[in-house]
């Protein structure tokens, strides 16, 4: 495409940046579902931007912050020199509107701190006691990023090495709970019982995930057992000595990286390893219903269908979590199948995968999922697999785990409404009016109607102090609103389950270390299993003689069936004491604080939401470039600048810049900024041109969902150009013009390693220019562009494209076609015209998963490797050389970075449809996939 039809769509790229973290204009939408009136709650020392409705939320963590300040303050040794600051959202879903970072965020992020300004971003998710752990994990992060900056400083030393990621995460999950809980013994024991607790040199395979986590986690408490907690800390203090994190810490414990290795498996191999003469590994107890590399949770056991009884589960499907069922053919084979797809688009945008429960009555799936911008409560017909009806609630933000009456009219839920608060709610399904059973800062969660009583079980933690893990089982009484705890101690039972005959339920509890299945009845608890991972999420049968729980075993969640144990297990009789049930945590009303409004206040910030780079207008990248932020990311200052004179006589003819500023606050977001851009460019088929161009552009954007959205811009601008071929000067030029462009685009793809694995994505712009002086510079664009992706197995995917360029006006606007991107097998740029069409067919499937040479001097492993086959068929027209359809066809060999841009060899052919080329060129290609 030429350059001057570019300048108004990049404009608006460098104007205007949509939020998407994938080729625009593709990608997913960060959608701003409500303003917010931003205040400042001012401790000592911090500094915690809220909103009005979760001032009471506030006014409880300000104290525990301010004390987390100090005691991280003596550790580390070190005062700030200012305010830390720390954003609180009163949900997830107003926490993944941010737009302090870029990205979109995950559901699975419980909070981050971004490197630039030190921001601390946490979003309530209606547990008090996760609040603080992820407000103490995050803040040792600021933390040690602190130190690092300011011993460096001290000794001299401008690198900006970190130690790597385990250590970092490691660190930040000891220092946040000293404590190790049941949950990350579960992962280092199995992890260790599989031979899957990889060494600290082949930790990176695992770089980035939960299992990461815990494993850093155990190595740094296992230093700080040995060694002391200073030595963790040292080593910040000894960051400066190396460039190396592994002789850094062999001066701070005399010890590298090899040697605590070995000393940390022999520590955790002693630790474990007794386990096995007590403990069972799950399939030594229960019958295994899902594959293996599979992901299943919170299962739902339904009804009795040709002698078997399905079950229901959150599954991954794709990266997404979908509900699929699981059932038994005639021959007893396994079948899996997606019974409701999540993630793909705005109806149901994703469904929880570890918060809430499913439930079926009857043929009556019941679920929570979000629906734009908030949860919405689905009843689903399961034999139809249709939506029955959904609910959701303006002042609720999140629901979670529904449970259906029996006579299928009521829903209970536990919801996080606008102020923060977690309670207990019944949806009267024929009217759906709404009836709050609690009200209070305690957490409620995981409720279950009884089969034959006006009862509803819970998980509760009211008895304990306030920012406690601990929960117990409830019974709340619907006639009278009455609440009975059912079980004691101090541990964490969860998950309670009724059994069909309404005597009797299942929980999930850690009071032996370790999560297990107890079965409650007539005030007894039997312990149900004794394992070595870790079981939760039990629901029965219908028959009441089984159950279905979810499973840890193998570094992977599984379901698992298991026989129910009257009698044999160890009988724990409970004594049941009264529990507190204050209506608010404690407030920090006589704590020293003040509150202010939010006043604007720019920083330097170079985590932007991004900056127009394109491969032909060079001159927008050239130079300098600076972004301007303030401390929410919802205002934004672009400044670019550079220059192309060779001598200060041209320094300002020659001069490329620009100043925009972008308003992300609302979900309608808009830019406006000015320009002066210089260029030369053009070719032998629109002669080669000096262009001089300054004016204004405005840029607006609204997102209809995450998954689609429309964009426009005007561009007011003055234009100078000079035209020539060779020796040939055919004058100047100059015009005032005005371009607009509108733009309709939708995403809902899925991606794996190397593109996109399933979905369609496509965007069709139209763009008019007004030649107010009438010197030649008007023109019409159309565009579009359609992809579609056809899962053909979990690692085998068709990619389809097509792609449609047209042009019509007095101004030259073409288009090309030829390349590696787009028309392989011919040279790039080889085809010019005024309209373009192109068809892509390729199927991509893995080769390699990973080589590993084994060298004298070491291992040498490539990452992944894939193929291809692939078809293209194009033609130009409406210019000088038109073409009829051609085609190419050939294979790829692509070595995949992940996520990153692959590296790719194409050997292709080429055809007019009579003949074949009989050389096969071979084309180098780096970039991302269509």
Not at 538 to 563: K, Q, W
Not at 593 to 613: E, H, M, N, Q
Not at 805 to 810: A, D, I
Request: net charge negative.
């Amino acid at each position: 495409m030429k350059k001057l039809l570019l300048l108004p769509t990049l404009l608006v790229l460098i104007l205007f940046p949509t939020g998407s973290d994938a080729q625009y204009p593709f990608g997913k939408n960060k959608v701003i579902y409500s303003n917010k009136d931003w205040k400042v709650l001012q401790t000592p020392h911090v500094d915690i931007y809220h909103y009005p409705s979760e001032r009471n939320l506030v006014l409880s963590v300000a104290p525990a912050v301010e004390r987390t300040y100090e005691e991280y303050s003596e550790l580390f040794g070190l005062e700030f020199e200012e305010r830390v600051p720390v954003v609180l959202f009163s949900s997830h879903y107003d926490f993944q509107q941010t737009n302090i970072i870029p990205q979109l965020i995950s559901e699975y992020t419980g909070g981050f701190t971004d490197l630039m300004k030190g921001r601390i971003a946490i979003p309530f998710t209606g547990a008090y006691s996760d609040l603080l752990h992820v407000l103490r994990h995050e803040m040792v992060h600021a933390f040690m990023l602190e130190k690092i900056r300011l011993v460096m400083a001290e000794h001299n030393k401008f690198s900006l090495n970190h130690p790597p990621l385990w250590f970092i995460e490691g660190v930040a999950e000891y220092i946040a709970s000293p404590e190790a809980n049941a949950q990350s013994h579960m992962y280092i024991r199995d992890a260790l019982m599989h031979g899957k607790l990889l060494s600290l040199r082949n930790i990176w395979r695992i770089e980035g995930t939960f299992m990461m986590y815990k494993h850093g986690e155990a190595v740094v408490r296992y230093i700080a057992t040995n060694f002391g907690k200073e030595a963790v800390i040292q080593v910040f203090e000894n960051w400066w000595m190396a460039n190396k994190f592994s002789i850094v810490l062999k001066k701070t414990i005399n010890m590298d990286i090899d040697e605590l290795d070995d000393a940390f498996m022999r520590s955790v191999k002693r630790r474990h390893y007794p386990a096995i003469l007590e403990a069972s590994f799950v399939p030594d107890i229960g019958r295994q219903l899902t594959e293996p590399q599979t992901f299943h949770f919170r299962p739902a056991v339904g009804p009795a269908k040709e002698e078997s009884h399905p079950v229901y589960a959150l599954c991954a499907s794709d990266g997404v979590i979908d509900i699929c069922s699981i059932s038994r053919d005639k021959d007893g084979k396994l079948k899996h199948k997606s019974v409701i797809k999540g993630g793909r688009s705005s109806s149901i945008e994703s469904i929880p995968a570890f918060r809430s429960k499913i439930e079926i009555a009857g043929d009556t799936l019941v679920f929570a999922a979000k629906s734009r911008g908030r949860d919405a409560l689905f009843l689903w017909d399961l034999d139809r697999n249709t939506k029955i009806l959904s609910l959701s609630f303006d002042h609720l933000s999140m629901i979670s785990s529904p449970t259906i009456s029996p006579e299928r009219e009521r829903v209970v839920f536990n919801a996080i409404d606008t102020t923060g608060m977690k309670d207990l709610y019944l949806c009267h399904l024929p009217d759906g009016s709404l009836e709050r059973l609690t009200s209070d800062f305690y957490v409620e969660e995981d409720p279950d109607f009884n089969p034959l009583r006006e009862v509803v079980l819970f998980a509760s933690d009211r008895f304990a102090s306030q920012g406690s893990n601990l929960r117990r089982i409830y019974a709340l009484d619907l006639a009278s609103g009455a609440i009975r705890p059912l079980t004691s101690g101090e541990q964490k039972d969860i998950e309670p389950e009724w059994a069909p005959d309404g005597k009797s339920f299942l929980f999930t509890s850690d009071r032996d270390g370790t999560s297990n299945i107890y079965l409650y009845r007539d005030g007894v608890v039997s312990k149900q299993t004794n394992v070595l991972g870790g079981l939760s999420a039990p629901s029965f049968s219908p028959g009441g003689d089984r159950y279905v729980a979810g499973a840890y075993y193998n570094g992977e969640f599984h379901l698992f069936e298991l026989p129910l144990k009257e009698g044999f297990a160890r009988p724990e009789t409970v004594v049941a004491s009264a529990d507190s049930t204050t209506a608010s945590w404690e407030l920090a009303n006589d704590f020293p604080f003040t509150t202010k409004d939010y006043k604007l206040k720019l920083g330097l910030d170079f985590v932007g939401t991004g900056i127009a780079l394109d491969p032909e207008f060079g001159e927008l990248g050239n130079g300098g470039q600076l972004v301007l932020t303030d401390m929410l990311g919802n205002h934004q200052f672009y400044i670019f600048f550079g220059n192309t004179s060779e001598g200060l006589d041209e320094f300002w003819k020659r001069l490329n810049g620009g100043i925009s500023y972008v308003n992300l606050s609302h979900r309608l977001n808009y830019s406006i900024g000015v320009f002066h851009l210089t260029s030369f460019f053009g070719d032998f088929f629109t002669l080669f041109r000096s262009e001089r161009r300054y004016g204004v552009a405005l840029g607006a954007s609204y997102p209809f969902s995450k998954f689609s959205r429309v964009d426009g811009s005007l561009v007011l601008r003055r234009v100078e150009r000079e035209s020539d071929f060779g020796t040939f000067e055919f004058g100047t030029k100059r015009s005032t013009l005005a371009t607009t462009f509108f733009t309709y685009a939708t995403d809902n793809t899925l991606w794996t390693i190397g593109g996109p694995l399933t979905g369609t994505r496509y965007y069709a712009t139209v763009g008019h220019t007004i030649d107010f002086e009438g010197k030649g510079f008007a023109s019409t664009t159309f565009l579009w562009d359609v992809r579609k992706y056809f899962k053909i197995t979990r690692r085998i995917v068709l990619a389809e494209r097509f792609v449609n360029r047209n042009s019509w006006g007095s101004d030259l606007q073409l288009f090309y076609l030829g390349g590696p991107w787009d028309f392989r097998g011919y040279d790039f740029r080889r085809f010019v015209g005024r309209s373009t069409y192109l068809f892509n067919s390729e199927l991509r499937f893995p080769l390699v998963d990973r080589l590993s040479l084994r060298l004298p001097f070491g291992l040498i492993e490539t990452p992944m490797i894939r193929g291809s086959i692939f078809f293209d068929v194009g033609k130009v027209s409406r210019y000088v050389l038109d073409t009829d359809w051609l085609g190419s066809f050939g294979a790829g060999v692509e070595l995949n970075l992940g996520f990153a841009p692959v590296i790719r060899l194409n050997f292709t052919r080429t055809t007019d449809f009579s003949t074949i080329s009989k050389d096969t060129d071979v084309e180098f290609f780096i970039g991302l996939n269509y």
